[in-house]
């Protein structure tokens, strides 16, 4: 029998997330420029009669399995849409937190195509028509490279950040799950203007999100007074924070001080 094929769904990172007003729809309109991480969840898939997941990992009793469960979604929706009629044995090694603003789940939904696609040889068309069924994340996680977001964060272009490629960047969460529509609800409203240079940039569900819980703030504070920080922002609706570091020393040192409450990942940009 052979190996199961593997994928990394990698962590999600907004560098910068401007809040502009409403779509027609009634999603939010944002302009965002998404980066991605060399570490994050871990799916393998196997040729299976039917489509099912087993969820291992440090967060696995948090996410457990449903119909709700975002990889288990994905197969289904690209099986129909494919009108494939095998299955497949998933496994989901849940390492990043639950509704944490780095995409866990949608990474993991978005990985969960790209193993199927191969698994299954489809045309990948098919998981990019999927994509934007899941959730307005996914089509970025899909692509799982440097873009900026417009719309609803779904419509993409390729950036070039290759000057931050290898970065080291620590992600620290003060362990509280946050619900991105209660993020989203409580924004004031108002439009504090476009997204330029990213760097110079902002995340508008920052207010919020502290608002929801205050410990993002104490986290942010902590990250922007290590030594060798950069820039220190939260990442999406939270509550999951990062900072960027001018080195891997004070990177890894900075990693080591997190109070040991919070959950914290040191690792790299893409």
């Not at 990698?10 to 965002?32: C, F, Q, S, W, Y």
């Not at 779904?154 to 362990?175: A, E, F, H, K």
């Not at 439009?191 to 207010?207: H, K, S």
Request: charged content about 20%.
């Amino acid at each position: 029998m052979s190996a199961p094929a593997r994928d990394v769904a990698p962590a999600k990172l907004n560098l910068a997330l401007h809040v502009r007003g409403k779509l027609r729809d009634g999603r939010h309109a944002i302009e965002t420029i998404f980066a991605f991480c060399t570490d994050g969840d871990r799916l393998s898939a196997e040729p299976a009669e039917a489509i099912c997941l087993k969820v291992t990992g440090p967060f696995a009793a948090e996410l457990g399995v449903s119909d709700s469960n975002l990889a288990l979604k994905a197969a289904r929706a690209l099986a129909a849409q494919a009108n494939v009629s095998r299955g497949a044995s998933l496994t989901l090694e849940k390492r990043l937190p639950v509704a944490s603003g780095i995409g866990g789940g949608s990474a993991d939904a978005a990985a969960t195509l790209r193993l199927l696609t191969s698994l299954w040889q489809i045309d990948p068309a098919h998981a990019q028509a999927v994509a934007p069924q899941l959730g307005s994340d996914v089509p970025a996680c899909l692509l799982s490279l440097a873009a900026r977001g417009e719309g609803a964060g779904d419509r993409l272009t390729l950036v070039d950040l290759s000057d931050v490629s290898g970065t080291p960047v620590l992600l620290v969460n003060p362990g509280v799950a946050l619900s991105t529509s209660e993020v989203f609800a409580a924004w004031d409203g108002v439009d504090r203007g476009p997204l330029g240079d990213w760097r110079e940039g902002r995340n508008d569900l920052q207010a919020p999100a502290i608002a929801l819980v205050p410990e993002i703030e104490a986290v942010l504070g902590w990250l922007a007074a290590q030594p060798g920080a950069t820039i220190t922002r939260m990442s999406g609706s939270g509550a999951t924070c990062f900072a960027l570091f001018d080195s891997e020393k004070a990177r890894d040192q900075a990693a080591r001080d997190v109070p040991s409450e919070w959950w914290r990942l040191p690792t790299f940009l893409r």
